[in-house]
C-alpha cells in the first residue's frame, strides 16, 4: 500500500520561504512522477509541479519561484518555495503516479497525501 505523508507547511509573511516535504512508502517511488497540487478556499484543485527522474514541469503561477525535487534514496519530494504571496495560500497535497509521463492532471494521479496548510501573510 502506498502512503503519502506531507510536512513543512505553516504560517509565512510575504516574500518568505518554505520548504514541503512528501515522504512516500512503497518500492514504487523510483519508477514514478511526482507532483504537487494546492487548494484554496472556495477553489478548484490546481497543479504546481511536478518530477519525473529527469524532468520537471511547473505552473506559470510558480515558475521561478518554486523548485520540485526528489531524493530516491529517502523516498522523498521537496518543493521550496521562495518569494511566497498571499494568493499562494492553499492546502498543499502531494501526489504520485504510477508512470513515467509528466502531467498536471490531477485524475492522473495514482496516490495522494493528507495536504499540509501554507498560509502566506500579506
Known amino acids: 500500500q502506498v502512503q503519502l505523508v506531507e510536512s513543512g507547511g505553516g504560517l509565512v509573511q510575504a516574500g518568505g520561504s518554505l520548504r514541503l516535504s512528501c515522504a512516500a512508502s512503497?518500492?514504487?517511488?523510483?519508477?514514478?512522477?511526482m507532483g504537487w497540487f494546492r487548494q484554496a478556499p472556495g477553489k478548484e484543485r490546481e497543479f504546481v509541479a511536478a518530477?519525473?527522474?529527469?524532468?520537471?514541469y511547473y505552473a506559470d503561477s510558480v515558475k521561478g519561484r518554486f523548485t520540485i525535487s526528489r531524493d530516491n534514496a529517502k523516498n522523498t519530494v521537496y518543493l521550496q518555495m521562495n518569494s511566497l504571496k498571499p494568493e499562494d495560500t492553499a492546502v498543499y497535497y502531494c501526489a504520485a503516479r504510477l508512470s513515467m509521463v509528466l502531467t498536471a492532471e490531477s485524475n492522473n494521479y495514482d496516490y495522494w497525501g493528507q495536504g499540509t496548510q501554507v498560509t502566506v501573510s500579506s
Open positions: 518530477i519525473s527522474t529527469g524532468s520537471t
Open positions: 512503497g518500492r514504487f517511488f523510483n519508477k514514478n512522477v
